[in-house]
């Protein structure tokens, strides 16, 4: 298991290309450049129409402005990569555990624990099993109760099922006709975490990627 740190776009930690520049060593620069060029129109002003001193004042100021906006603007970029990596090392402590979320599940031929939750007004509930392309494998009447149940994977013949990706949702009936469906929630072991454009993604068993905020519970490994 390990913690990985995607790169993209401003990802942090990544490798300066030749294109990329200093913005306080750009700022020096530039600043002499203004030195210069003020230098040169004192020299070449016309005596005659000189230029006023309250317009060398705006200058400055304006340049002083642009200045003070470039190195804010460095900073702020400083305080989000620590900000980043703030986040990702306290993610660190997540991986090898469970995170229970509606996201599809790894069956390897032990019993999923699931979390269903029918309507209030709920008579009936199904539960539905889909395989990892989305097809219906099994629809499976369950009490009327939001406690766990164990679905052992089993097939109508007693035959387990192929390991792979399952997913499962909760019809709810009442007087034979469907009044809601919702997502039935299980725990999945938390593999892996990246940075990916600025979200934090886990790696759960399976490949399944899963938004750090979709997570709504996490537990020790049974």
């Known amino acids: 298991m390990e913690i990985t740190q995607t790169n993209q776009n401003f990802g942090i930690g990544s490798t300066p290309s030749p294109q990329e520049t200093n913005p306080s060593a750009t700022i020096s620069s530039d600043f002499e450049t203004f030195l210069l060029m003020l230098t040169a129109q004192l020299e070449h ?4 129409n000189p230029v006023e001193n ?7 100021a304006t340049f002083s402005q642009v200045e003070q ?3 804010t603007n460095e900073l702020l970029g400083d305080l989000a990569q620590q900000l980043n990596l703030s986040g990702m090392a306290q993610l660190a402590g997540w991986v090898g555990m469970e995170a229970r979320s509606s996201a599809p599940v790894l069956f390897d031929g032990a019993a999923v624990t699931l979390f269903p939750e029918p309507a209030t007004s709920a008579e009936e509930a199904v539960l539905v099993v889909r395989d990892a392309g989305g097809n219906v494998v099994e629809r499976l009447p369950i009490a009327v109760s939001d406690e766990p ?7 109508q013949f007693g035959q387990q099922r192929d390991a792979g990706l399952y997913s499962f949702t909760l019809e709810s009936y009442a ?6 469906t919702s997502d039935v929630e299980a725990y ?10 600025g ?4 790696i759960l068993q399976g490949g399944v990627e899963l938004p750090a905020n979709a997570v709504t519970a996490l537990r020790d490994p049974a």
């Open 175 to 180: 007087r034979d006709e469907l009044i809601a």
């Open 54 to 60: 309250s317009d060398y004042a705006v200058q400055l």
């Open 45 to 48: 002003q016309d005596p005659m």
């Open 149 to 155: 149940l164990s679905w052992a994977g089993v097939d």
């Open 69 to 71: 906006q470039v190195l």
């Open 188 to 197: 999945a072991q938390i593999t892996e975490a990246q940075n990916q454009a």
């Open 199 to 202: 979200e934090t993604i886990l």
